[in-house]
């Protein structure tokens, strides 16, 4: 701060450009302003010396710039005003539902979490829901699917909408989720283009955030609205991306989000609607007291996508619910809002209340380290508004209440707090706030550990269950007795009540303020005092200061008037259109008394940044303003401008230093001011490095465009977002029923005594316009204009309250002592002037067309005080020029002269469409401010000034007139200033006061009318133009047959006529096209309206300045000595032009890039030739090896990939050519800086440097109209339009009813120079333009590919073909539509002969093909080709980069360049060019290159390649130059008439035109699309090791696994196969010899495999896909009674996989990260080695492979079986005994499992088993035995 000496009394400050002192005697008062006139503290005005200075440098030369800039900045000089600065619209528009698309394009899955999973993605907005395919078995599925969206919203619904992006693993009985990613559509609306392209998006499980990220998706999102260009840039398949580098995030966001517990808490609510709108409330209310709430109020807390309610209390106004909703989610969100709505239960449905929304960017700060914290609110109130309080039915305002729009009335508020709390230790982390928080943790807590209460919203289900969206009790906050709210008074003072509307004026009205439910006697609540409870926080305890007024119990009358008294509105003077209020003596007051708490310093704060985006705001509008009249001294302002601001930030810098440290700031308090003070800190940097010399200067656009965005920021920052006061509303009762209102921010009137924190408002008189609740669209819905002297202050402050009243006033009901306690009930202004206002209405230009012939019939209504005069009515014009003087009689200005001088009331116009039968038709209205001119001063005429019209959203156009008061001497001594006679009732604007005139000619060139549409069912056939400007004009020549003969038979005609000196005020030129029908009936077309002449402003050709030869920058380095060298196989850099056109050299076609230093000598062969002996390449990847016009085309996108990487790599030197040495003269040096840049290209690009140089051609991402401008260089063209003008979206396709191409030229005659007529070749506007006469032309149409194209079928698909219309010729290509494609390649071109002018219309349609009913339209787009036919920048046949006889980048114009280049001189006017060897010169341009070529061993001369590089050099030609189209190809965007400016797609393409009296050009380039080429890929799987061991035996517990390999191609699932299996492996080993081959088709230029197949069984066709070639290779454990178990799985992608090891041991999971050492198959043909598979990020197998890749010819002639089989068999494989099927070989399991293990048990127990039967036969007989023994024996 700019402080004085210490030793000085007062210390002097300059806070916001405002002087002021510190005074002793009132330390504890903060800051006084030493405002001159301000306060009684007046004593102190600015010094000079503190004028600001523009920047360093001025310093010095203070005498030059030092008087300058202070007079620039007149609006820093803060002069205390009495009144506010009135508001820009009258009505503000209001928010409307609008078109909205959001198209997703999901590319592919990678690194998904799970085993052998069939991903497909799910993609949820709001109720909409639309899946992808299903991909099998695999964890990096490719999809490469698009979808779109379409809505119809208020942009407040539609932002909060959550795209949900879900993984679902798809299997037939139940599908489960891998993962999911969210994000807010109004997040992705914000980021650069409203786009995310090309982001991985981190998938994880909401259902257990312990997991982590599941996987990552690549998507496109983008949102578009009506009118949003999306920039779509070109995507490029890049395998080596890194996904962590391209995070789905917006800029600034870390990669890894932690989880967070979001708490919000809901204390309670207080002063809601007593009842609610329901139907039965109503009946209920007939039974029950009038004391008894009707609503039983609950909270709903929505949270990206997640919904919790809290419980339901009964019948109350002030319920108190002490809960908090505690959501789970990851930190930063990405969302933007909160959402916090009041509902009331109702028995059929739940009403709203109101709706809050807490956006989080406001109070959380994401910057690192301690600066930035988590979001935190309050706890604090937050105000609720909506719609008004005593609606009795379901009324149409309930929008309000759901957030829409602006709410007309308060409706209560709620006590909420929000803290965050980061998550580290997984969910079961115990919740510990950051904020000081007494006992609410205690409960909370305790309740966590049960069972919790889950939210009974219906959103509320699964998912978000497990989540734990929860709802638990939270102790309430300590509550206050009522003394410590601090009192607050709201003062009024009615000055003036006019332009009520009649509907309302047969009643007594009367006027309330309310603030909150104070003041609201007719819907409030009976007692509000008493019913207001106080907050009462932890941290609220330390309340300075006790009240000094008692609260009151009651509103008695003393203590709060908040309404005037009803008085009968009168009739007003003039047209008597209006009521008025006759309060012109006697001004009645009103004051409500309200209690709150004291939490004001925030509005303060908020003041204070508003003060500096005001000041600023003014500065740059001003600096706006001074621009566009190009005045001098734009940039010094500027710099003032922002140097000044700067100095205010830097205050309010230093002053949140210190407030931070203050007491009783809630958390968000303090952090807020943190936040304030380092967005300003880098605000204030970047508005330095704006002036900053040292860097490149900014012209004053872009500092304008600077600084706007610095003002967003800081308005972004004004906003406080925990609530104090409530909005102010004045309501006018009629019959006390409400019947309009205003709002207005109660920060506004807030007082301060320091200046810089009071209110913009506070003290002054405000112009109100109470419009009435509701919709109203574009209707004058004004019912009041009220001015209003408000002022809300503490209590403590009233003494200041009446200070800046207009001086001149009496109080009444109380003396002026007694008013600090009650304030005055009226103020009585005795002394009146009479005054005059003349309003000089002079013209109008731009007005809306109200009636169906697309004009209106306008009049102006000017309403002053009580007076409203209209203007003559002007038939059929949309730019009136009234020329008339409304003059208001006996005006009664009460008040003192000198402050109506300084602020005269404001002047309301209104522009009316007069209707012959109803009432008029409202067009738009604007406000003005008069010039008093007093009686006893000279007088000086006023100048005539623009005033902007609005009519809704739309601009209604401008006003220009003047309007001044004159004051009506009292004694009559001064007459007022002479007008002239009347002509009948109407008074013209005088002499003086009309601008000085001066004579102009305006010539016009008639072209043509173009796509004239039907008038009154009738074709157009005879149409005429009439030109008109300032009442003179001129017509064209009649059109004998608009059908056959479009154009004009009269080309040129010029009129006089007299127009403004001043440019600023030219009138309008209005274009009328007329239709001549049978018997002399004529019929308006159409018209069109050019606000502004001076683009038409001729500016005479300048002469050449003469330029001495040595400085000449055109002659460069010599020709090298004439070396052999091909025509064809030209370089660029053998054209020795200083610039190079191209950022890579490109010869054609090179055999093989020969090195830089033998390009002069080495001699080559013909293109021919060559091409036969051209080596296999890298970048051709294929035994193919013929160069097409495809292959230039990929050449080209791979160019404009390389640029892409060079603006994000960091050295870029290494991809540029070295520009100070290729300027140096010397031919070594040259040759050096080629073979550095040679050198550099190949070390950092192998692959490029490897393949052969292609001509390349330049691809626009946009319309090449967008490019080059409209290619109207020679004629304009003007759209006429006839209708009415409405706000609907599309209004402006329907009224368009034809072009008129044409052109106007406007220069001042010469003073006294009378001219009768001019010749033709006199006139100045039809230099080089062409003859209009019929022109035959051949056109050819290329269209390549359409992209991103809207679904046109139920299945999310579209079969599109192309139709062209051209005139009559309509061209249908209905049989080669390609189905089920939103991408498709048509490599289609198309022939057609026309004849401009009759047809130059071009219309490519996209239909979607349908075997059943019509084909839908897609969408089109459409070319004027006349325009580019006829245009300087020759858009006829672009300009290939290299010249070529024949091969792919054969010349296609029908003339050669060197005869080009002389028809260009020829039509310029130059001199011929001179060819002499290697050098071409034009004029005193020489350009220099090789001329001399060997072809076949013959010397040839051929100078059409420089001749070539001299055209694409063509705009660096004096005075003629302009850049000539290249060759290209440009990408045009399609939309379809229903979806006014909504993109449905976009289509590649370019045109190429012949006249056809030149030479026939050659056949039309071949760009039908590649076939893919037929492969065969052999894969030989002989052994496996380490495989895991899935199985246990039963009865050894010995492990094993029964292995089999899968494989399969991608997205060639059906053709999968599988090995056999090898059965019972014991060690991990497998043994196949087995083979796999895959034949599939593929293009080797974009590097994908095609697919096509039949989608389901009911497709008609085939569907073709396009896939990258990935080989999946998986192993598999054989299971014979349930499903096989998955072991492992490797994904080798064919074009870039890692070499194989040698052995099993060398095998490793690494090697599939490492990218260093991968190899394509197809360029080696041939691969084997050992591969890992792997499961769950662990290693679980290798797999030895060979893998062989033929062409489909190769197959054929040697062709292999597969498995084992003939041709070519593989053996069987060598497998141990082990290895069986127990199933198929029982007795080998028995051996091998039971008999090795066991031998010896068994022998022994069969051993024991004989011996054990020969005991029990023996036991068994040996009793028989010895009884026959003994009894025979």
């Given at each position: 701060m700019d402080q004085e000496k210490d030793g000085s009394p007062l210390q002097s400050k300059n806070v916001f450009g405002i002087k002021m002192k510190k005074r002793k005697k009132k330390a504890g008062k903060g800051l006084v302003f030493a405002n001159k006139g301000a306060q009684d503290e007046s004593e102190v005005e600015a010094t000079p010396d503190e004028t600001p200075v523009l920047d360093h440098e001025n310093l010095e030369s203070g005498s030059e710039a030092g008087p300058s800039v202070p007079l620039c900045l007149h609006f820093r000089q803060v002069t205390n005003t009495k009144r506010a600065k009135p508001a820009a619209k009258i009505l503000e528009s209001e928010s409307r539902p609008q078109a909205f698309q959001i198209s997703i394009n999901i590319t592919e899955a990678r690194q998904l979490v799970g085993e052998n999973i069939d991903p497909s993605v799910v993609i949820e907005i709001g109720d909409e829901k639309k899946q992808t395919s299903v991909k099998e078995g695999t964890n990096a599925p490719f999809y490469n699917e698009y979808f779109v969206f379409d809505f119809f919203a208020h942009q407040e619904i539609f932002f909060d909408k959550v795209i949900k992006l879900t993984v679902m693993h798809s299997k037939i009985m139940k599908s489960y989720c891998i993962g999911t990613f969210k994000i807010d559509v109004g997040t992705v609306y914000n980021q650069p283009g409203h786009q995310f392209v090309n982001k991985w998006a981190a998938l994880i499980d909401p259902t257990d955030i312990s997991t982590g990220v599941r996987g990552h998706l690549k998507c496109d999102i983008c949102v578009t609205g009506k009118g949003d260009l999306s920039s779509r840039s070109q995507k490029f398949s890049d395998a080596e991306e890194q996904i962590e580098k391209n995070p789905l995030l917006p800029e600034g966001f870390p990669s890894m989000r932690p989880w967070a517990t979001y708490y919000v808490k809901v204390y309670k609510a207080e002063g809601l609607p007593r009842m609610n709108s329901s139907i039965m409330a109503n009946v209920t209310k007939a039974f029950v007291s009038d004391n008894t709430a009707l609503i039983d109020p609950y909270v709903v807390v929505s949270f990206f996508g997640q919904v919790a309610r809290t419980s339901t209390q009964k019948s109350t106004a002030d319920p108190e619910w002490n809960e908090q909703v505690v959501f789970k989610e990851m930190f930063p969100p990405l969302c933007q809002r909160l959402k916090i709505q009041v509902l009331d239960e109702g028995s059929m449905n739940d009403v709203a209340i109101g709706t809050h929304y807490i956006d989080l960017r406001r109070i959380s700060n994401d910057q690192d380290g301690d600066k930035g914290f988590l979001p935190t609110f309050g706890p604090s109130w937050i105000n609720i508004y909506g719609s008004p309080r005593n609606s009795m039915l379901v009324d149409d305002s309930q929008d309000m209440n759901e957030g829409i729009g602006e709410g007309v009335s308060y409706r209560g508020r709620l006590y909420i707090q929000l803290a965050v709390e980061i998550l580290t230790g997984g969910v079961e982390s115990k919740s510990v706030f950051s904020l000081k928080m007494p006992l609410k943790d205690v409960k909370g807590g305790k309740t966590a550990g049960k069972d919790p209460k889950i939210g009974t919203g219906g959103a509320v289900g699964g998912e978000e269950e497990k989540m734990g969206v929860m709802v638990l009790p939270v102790d309430p906050p300590q509550m206050v007795s009522n003394e410590d709210k601090e009192s607050f008074l709201l003062f009024g003072a009615l000055f003036e009540a006019t332009l009520i509307d009649r509907r309302i004026g047969d009643k007594p009205i009367s006027f309330e303020f309310t603030i909150g439910n104070f003041g609201n006697l007719i819907d409030g609540v009976a007692t509000p005092a008493s019913k207001k409870k106080a907050e009462k926080g932890s941290d609220h305890s330390s309340q300075e200061g006790a009240m000094t007024v008692p609260l009151l119990e009651a509103q008695s009358s003393a203590s709060c008037k908040s309404t005037t008294r009803p008085e009968k509105p009168l009739l007003g003077d003039g047209n008597r259109m209006y009521y008025y209020l006759p309060i012109s003596t006697r001004r009645p007051c009103i004051h409500v008394r309200s209690s709150w708490e004291d939490r004001t310093y925030r509005l303060h704060h908020s003041n204070m940044l508003d003060r500096i985006a005001l000041m600023f705001e003014e500065g740059v509008a001003k600096v706006a303003q001074m621009d566009k009249v190009k005045q001098p001294g734009v940039e010094p302002l500027m710099h003032a401008v922002l140097h000044e601001f700067c100095k205010d930030a830097r205050e309010f810098i230093a002053f949140a230093e210190k407030k931070v440290k203050g007491a009783h700031l809630t958390m968000l308090d303090k952090k807020r001011l943190t936040l304030c003070k380092q967005q300003l800190e880098s605000v204030v940097e970047v508005a330095e490095s704006i002036t900053e010399p040292k860097r490149k200067a900014l012209t004053i656009k872009e500092m304008l465009t600077e600084s706007r965005k610095l003002t967003q920021t800081i308005r972004f920052l004004v906003e406080e977002p925990q609530h104090t006061l409530p909005d102010v509303f004045v309501w006018l009762l009629s019959n006390n029923k409400r019947v309009a209102y205003s709002r207005l921010p109660a920060r506004n009137l807030l007082y301060s005594e320091n200046l810089v924190e009071r209110g913009r408002d506070c003290g002054k008189i405000s112009t109100l316009f109470l419009k009435s609740p509701g919709k109203h669209g574009a209707t004058w819905a004004v019912q009041a204009k009220v001015d209003v002297y408000l002022w809300l202050g503490n209590c403590k402050d009233t003494s200041h309250m009446l200070k800046n009243l207009p001086e001149g006033f009496e109080l009444q009901g109380e003396s002026l002592e007694e008013s600090s306690s009650t304030p005055p009930e009226s103020l009585?202004?005795?002394?009146?002037?009479?005054?005059?206002?003349?309003?000089?209405?002079?013209?109008?230009?731009?007005?809306?067309?109200?009636?169906?012939?697309?004009?209106?019939?306008?009049?102006?209504?000017?309403?002053?005080?009580?007076?409203?005069?209209?203007?003559?009515?002007?038939?059929?014009?949309?730019?009136?020029?009234?020329?008339?003087?409304?003059?208001?009689?006996?005006?009664?200005?009460?008040?003192?002269?000198?402050?109506?001088?300084?602020?005269?009331?404001?002047?309301?116009?209104?522009?009316?469409?007069?209707?012959?039968?109803?009432?008029?038709?409202?067009?738009?209205?604007?406000?003005?401010?008069?010039?008093?001119?007093?009686?006893?001063?000279?007088?000086?005429?006023?100048?005539?000034?623009?005033?902007?019209?609005?009519?809704?959203?739309?601009?209604?156009?401008?006003?220009?007139?003047?309007?001044?008061?004159?004051?009506?001497?009292?004694?009559?001594?001064?007459?007022?200033?002479?007008?002239?006679?009347?002509?009948?009732?109407?008074?013209?604007?005088?002499?003086?006061?009309?601008?000085?005139?001066?004579?102009?000619?305006?010539?016009?060139?008639?072209?043509?009318?173009?796509?004239?549409?039907?008038?009154?069912?009738?074709?157009?056939?005879?149409?005429?133009?009439?030109?008109?400007?300032?009442?003179?004009?001129?017509?064209?020549?009649?059109?004998?047959?608009?059908?056959?003969?479009?154009?004009?038979?009269?080309?040129?005609?010029?009129?006089?006529?007299?127009?403004?000196?001043?440019?600023?005020?030219?009138?309008?030129?209005?274009?009328?096209?007329?239709?001549?029908?049978?018997?002399?009936?004529?019929?308006?077309?159409?018209?069109?309206?050019?606000?502004?002449?001076?683009?038409?402003?001729?500016?005479?050709?300048?002469?050449?300045?003469?330029?001495?030869?040595?400085?000449?920058?055109?002659?460069?380095?010599?020709?090298?000595?004439?070396?052999?060298?091909?025509?064809?196989?030209?370089?660029?850099?053998?054209?020795?032009?200083?610039?190079?056109?191209?950022?890579?050299?490109?010869?054609?076609?090179?055999?093989?890039?020969?090195?830089?230093?033998?390009?002069?000598?080495?001699?080559?062969?013909?293109?021919?030739?060559?091409?036969?002996?051209?080596?296999?390449?890298?970048?051709?990847?294929?035994?193919?090896?013929?160069?097409?016009?495809?292959s230039k085309y990929y050449a080209s996108v791979e160019k404009i990939q390389m640029s892409k990487q060079r603006e994000t790599y960091p050295f870029p030197n290494i991809y540029e050519a070295v520009p100070p040495l290729q300027s140096l003269l010397s031919e070594g040096l040259a040759s050096m800086a080629t073979g550095m840049k040679e050198r550099k290209k190949q070390m950092s690009f192998r692959s490029v440097g490897e393949q052969p140089k292609l001509a390349t051609l330049k691809i626009y991402d946009k319309e090449l109209e967008v490019e080059f401008g409209p290619f109207d260089d020679w004629v304009k063209t003007f759209e006429l339009y006839r209708g009415k003008a409405n706000e609907e979206d599309g209004s402006s396709v329907e009224r368009f009813v034809g072009n008129f191409k044409g052109r106007f030229c406007l220069y001042k005659l010469p003073e006294g120079g009378e001219d009768k007529g001019l010749d033709s070749w006199e006139y100045k506007i039809n230099q080089g333009i062409p003859s209009n006469a019929p022109v035959n032309v051949l056109i050819r149409v290329y269209i390549i590919a359409a992209s991103n194209l809207h679904p046109a079928d139920p299945d999310g698909k579209a079969d599109p073909y192309i139709v062209l219309k051209l005139g009559k010729t309509v061209i249908k290509d209905r049989d080669n539509y390609i189905p089920k494609q939103l991408n498709p390649v048509f490599g289609r071109s198309f022939e057609i002969q026309a004849s401009f002018p009759k047809e130059s219309l071009l219309r490519i349609l996209i239909y979607d093909y349908d075997v059943v009913g019509g084909d839908d339209l897609i969408g089109e787009t459409n070319i004027d080709l006349e325009n580019r036919f006829f245009s300087r920048h020759r858009a006829t046949c672009g300009l290939p980069g290299e010249y070529a006889i024949d091969g792919y980048n054969a010349w296609r114009d029908c003339i050669k360049p060197t005869d080009l280049l002389i028809k260009l001189c020829k039509e310029n006017r130059l001199d011929n060019p001179r060819f002499t060897p290697g050098r071409i010169s034009i004029g005193d341009k020489v350009y220099t290159g090789k001329t001399v070529f060997v072809d076949e061993d013959q010397i040839v001369e051929s100078y059409e390649h420089l001749a070539l590089k001299v055209l694409h050099r063509w705009e660096e030609m004096p005075d003629v130059g302009c850049k000539l189209v290249p060759e290209h190809i440009e990408t045009r965007t399609l939309y379809l008439q229903d979806k006014p400016g909504m993109d449905q797609g976009q289509v590649q393409m370019w045109v190429d035109m012949f006249p056809m009296d030149m030479p026939h050009p050659g056949p039309p380039v071949d760009i039908s699309p590649r076939k893919p080429k037929g492969y065969e890929l052999r894969i030989i799987i002989w052994n496996t090791e380490d495989i895991i061991l899935e199985d246990t035996n039963f009865i050894t517990g010995q492990q094993s696994s029964d292995i089999y390999v899968k494989g399969w191609l991608k997205g060639l699932e059906d053709d999968g196969q599988e090995t056999d299996v090898h059965y019972n492996s014991l060690t991990g080993e497998g043994n196949f010899n087995w083979r796999f081959v895959f034949p599939f088709h593929y293009l080797p230029a974009e590097k994908l495999v095609v697919v096509n197949k039949r989608e389901h069984i009911f497709s008609l066709d085939k569907t073709e896909q396009k896939l990258p070639a990935v080989l999946v290779m998986q192993v598999w454990d054989f299971e014979r009674l349930s499903s096989d178990d998955f072991l492992g799985t490797v994904e080798l992608d064919l074009h870039g996989f890692p070499r194989g090891a040698k052995t099993a041991k060398d095998c490793k999971m690494e090697m599939l990260n490492d990218s260093s050492e991968n190899i394509s198959i197809f360029q080696q043909k041939r691969a084997k080695g050992w591969w890992p598979f792997v499961k769950a990020e662990e290693l679980t197998g290798k797999v030895e492979a060979e893998f062989h890749l033929v062409t489909a010819e190769e197959a054929e002639k040697n062709p292999v079986g597969r498995a084992r089989k003939e041709p070519e068999p593989l053996e069987k494989p060598n497998r141990p005994d082990t290895t069986f099927s127990w199933f198929v070989n029982p007795f080998k399991c028995f051996f091998h499992l039971i008999w090795k293990n066991y031998k010896k048990y068994i022998i022994i127990a069969l051993v024991l088993l004989i011996v054990a039967l020969f005991l029990a036969l023996l036991f068994y007989t040996l009793p028989g035995a010895i009884s026959n023994k003994i009894i025979s024996g």
């Open positions: 009585l202004y005795k002394e009146h002037h009479e005054f005059q206002l003349r309003a000089h209405m002079y013209q109008a230009r731009g007005l809306i067309a109200a009636d169906n012939t697309g004009l209106s019939d306008p009049f102006a209504r000017v309403s002053f005080l009580s007076n409203t005069q209209p203007t003559a009515i002007i038939n059929q014009t949309l730019t009136p020029t009234w020329n008339q003087m409304l003059i208001m009689d006996r005006l009664a200005l009460h008040g003192m002269l000198s402050e109506l001088q300084q602020e005269p009331p404001l002047i309301t116009i209104e522009v009316y469409d007069d209707d012959a039968l109803g009432k008029p038709e409202y067009l738009g209205s604007t406000i003005a401010i008069p010039e008093v001119k007093l009686a006893e001063e000279p007088y000086t005429p006023p100048l005539l000034q623009y005033s902007p019209l609005f009519c809704g959203s739309l601009s209604g156009g401008d006003i220009l007139g003047a309007f001044e008061l004159i004051e009506v001497s009292k004694t009559r001594k001064h007459a007022l200033p002479p007008i002239d006679d009347p002509e009948g009732q109407i008074f013209h604007v005088p002499s003086y006061i009309r601008p000085v005139l001066c004579k102009y000619r305006i010539e016009v060139l008639f072209w043509g009318l173009r796509e004239l549409r039907k008038v009154q069912l009738l074709s157009v056939d005879r149409p005429q133009v009439f030109i008109e400007c300032a009442g003179k004009g001129v017509n064209s020549s009649m059109i004998q047959s608009y059908k056959s003969q479009p154009n004009f038979s009269m080309l040129v005609d010029s009129f006089e006529v007299e127009l403004p000196e001043d440019e600023y005020l030219h009138p309008p030129l209005s274009i009328t096209v007329v239709d001549w029908r049978a018997f002399g009936r004529s019929t308006l077309v159409g018209s069109h309206v050019i606000n502004n002449l001076g683009l038409f402003k001729y500016t005479p050709p300048s002469l050449p300045p003469s330029r001495p030869q040595q400085q000449e920058p055109t002659i460069i380095e010599p020709a090298p000595l004439p070396g052999p060298e091909v025509t064809e196989a030209q370089s660029t850099e053998d054209i020795y032009i200083n610039i190079e056109q191209e950022e890579t050299p490109k010869p054609p076609h090179m055999t093989e890039p020969l090195p830089p230093e033998k390009k002069g000598r080495e001699s080559r062969k013909s293109k021919r030739r060559s091409t036969k002996r051209k080596k296999r390449t890298a970048a051709d990847e294929s035994a193919d090896c013929v160069i097409d016009w495809w």
